[in-house]
């Protein structure tokens, strides 16, 4: 177990109970990964602190994302945890929920063309391996970054591009994947021990996902609750 990743205790799968939504963790026997479809995770209440949403600074890269408050605040602690020569490139933070429904569309039709006959629960639970449902979406919370470790001459080979779906990779875009070269495996462990240093967590299926204060952060910490909920830009230069 990495840095910010975290065991969630599987729920019971008896007659009756609620579907829940997991798929093994590569490389653990024992282990499971809780996808942002289950159950347990939109259960979890918000209780938002009404943080703003902050544009990131050049110091990590030309994206100049949007996030909460906080979660700039846990990157630049992060930041400083690097070893020298090493910094983050954040590509991508708070989305709007067109953009996530967009993503959402697209990965379902990819996945329903290839695995035809899927209920719609399945297909959700699939869909979620790499883009979270609307109601419980990180990024639409300003609560998430997809982002990888950079130095002098630019982002480095994590053994996967962003945004690599579970089919594209092969599953190297998990966190654990097994079969990634020992430079990439060696860079995710850097990646993870800064993040998860400065209290953010890991979407186990993305190398590159990481959040602070949403309800899946909530689910894995074990804190009472997300505290941060759907954000929307306030300065009218960011909307």
């Known amino acids: 177990m990495t840095h910010g990743q975290h065991t969630v205790p599987p729920s019971e799968q008896s007659s009756g109970a609620p579907r829940v939504a997991t798929i093994p963790r590569p490389g653990h026997d024992d282990g499971e990964i809780v996808l942002l479809a289950d159950p347990r995770v939109g259960e979890i209440p918000v209780v938002d602190c009404g943080e703003p949403l902050v544009e990131l600074d050049e110091t990590f890269g030309p994206a100049r994302s949007l996030v909460r408050a906080g979660v700039a605040q846990r990157l630049r602690r992060a930041q400083n945890l690097l070893p020298e020569g090493l ?19 697209r990965y379902a039709a990819e996945v329903s063309a290839e695995r035809p006959g899927l209920d719609p629960y399945e297909l959700e639970v699939l869909t979620s391996r790499f883009v979270a449902p609307i109601a419980v979406a990180p990024h639409v919370a300003g609560a998430a970054v997809d982002l990888t470790l950079a130095d002098f001459d630019g982002p480095l080979d994590m053994g996967t591009a962003i945004d690599a ?53 909530a689910l894995v910490t074990g804190a009472p609750a997300a505290v941060y909920g759907p954000a929307t830009p306030s300065l009218p230069h960011l909307s």
Do not use: K
């Open 165 to 217: 779906t579970p089919e594209m990779s092969g599953g190297r875009c998990y966190f654990d994947a097994p079969d990634i070269p020992e430079r990439a495996r060696a860079l995710r462990g850097i990646l993870a021990r800064a993040l998860g240093s400065a209290d953010l967590v890991n979407y186990p299926t993305e190398w590159w996902h990481w959040s602070y204060g949403d309800r899946y952060w």
């Open 87 to 105: 910094r983050l490139e954040v590509v991508e933070g708070h989305r709007h929920p067109a953009d996530q429904q967009s993503i959402i569309d």
